[in-house]
Nanobody, 126 residues
């Protein structure tokens, strides 16, 4: 059974940084693209970033481009989201997800991911 465990969330002031981690287990991590999504109160879950199975290709939402960086460490079965220049609008629960397709480049659509973590809260104060 695939398990995704996020960590690294917390409270930070606007302009600050956080690094989220997502440790994966249960199937060959290196064969699957990974993604990060977020959901703010009373809003729908939205795409944040994705990384291809081999780490060579990345996708970002326009709202985080230039501020967030997604990466993966195959030796640790972990995907990261480095978040810089954080804004209050970034406040949300952040989820990592694993693609349902092998050897893919990742997707902006939540329906393309079939395993999800439990989420980690990120709060940015103004």
């Amino acid at each position: 059974q695939v398990q995704l465990v996020e960590s690294g969330g917390g409270l930070v002031q606007a302009g600050g940084s956080l690094r989220l981690s997502c440790a994966a287990s249960g199937r060959t991590f290196s064969s699957y693209a990974m993604g990060w999504f977020r959901q703010a109160p009373a809003k729908e879950r939205e795409f944040v970033a994705a990384i291809s199975w081999n780490g060579y290709s990345t996708l970002y939402a326009d709202s985080v481009k230039g501020r967030f960086t997604i990466s993966r460490d195959i030796s640790k079965n972990t995907v990261y989201l480095q978040m810089n220049s954080l804004k209050p609008d970034d406040t949300a629960v952040y989820y990592c997800a694993q693609s349902m397709r092998t050897y893919g480049i990742g997707s902006t659509f939540a329906r393309e991911y079939n395993y999800w973590g439990q989420g980690t809260q990120v709060t940015v104060s103004s």
